[in-house]
């Protein structure tokens, strides 16, 4: 089992940036792809960004491919999502999720989530 801490969510302008903050524990936790999928409202959750274990491999969705950079730190089992140039549509719950080492989005554990509001 997994636990997360979510932090960095909050309310930005359109054009401007956010950095979310995963901070993973428990067992095995270094073996384990992290990403982030968010939520708008009424519509479903979708995939945002991933990284594998060992960091080498990103993978990115096409809504967010240039403006968001995702992250992480082994030594601090913090993962990262750099959000830049934000869009009103970026709004949403954002979800830090774990799968084994490889990004397949088919993810085994939730965090609780982070709220992301972008409005002027």
């Known amino acids: 089992q997994l636990q997360f801490v979510e932090s960095g969510g909050g309310l930005a302008q359109p054009g401007g940036s956010l950095r979310l903050s995963c901070a993973v524990s428990g067992e095995n936790s270094e073996n384990y792809a992290i990403g982030w999928y968010r939520q708008a409202p009424g519509k479903e959750r979708e995939g945002v960004a991933c990284?594998?274990?060992?960091?080498?491999?990103?993978n990115y969705k096409d809504p967010v491919k240039y403006r968001f950079t995702i992250s992480r730190d082994n030594d601090k089992n913090t993962v990262y999502l750099q959000m830049n140039s934000l869009k009103p549509e970026d709004t949403g719950v954002y979800y830090c999720?774990?799968?084994?080492?490889?990004?397949?989005?088919?993810?085994?554990?939730w965090g609780q989530g982070t709220q992301v509001t972008v409005s002027s």
């Open positions: 999720v774990a799968e084994w080492v490889t990004c397949t989005w088919f993810p085994d554990y």
């Open positions: 990284i594998s274990s060992s960091g080498f491999a990103t």
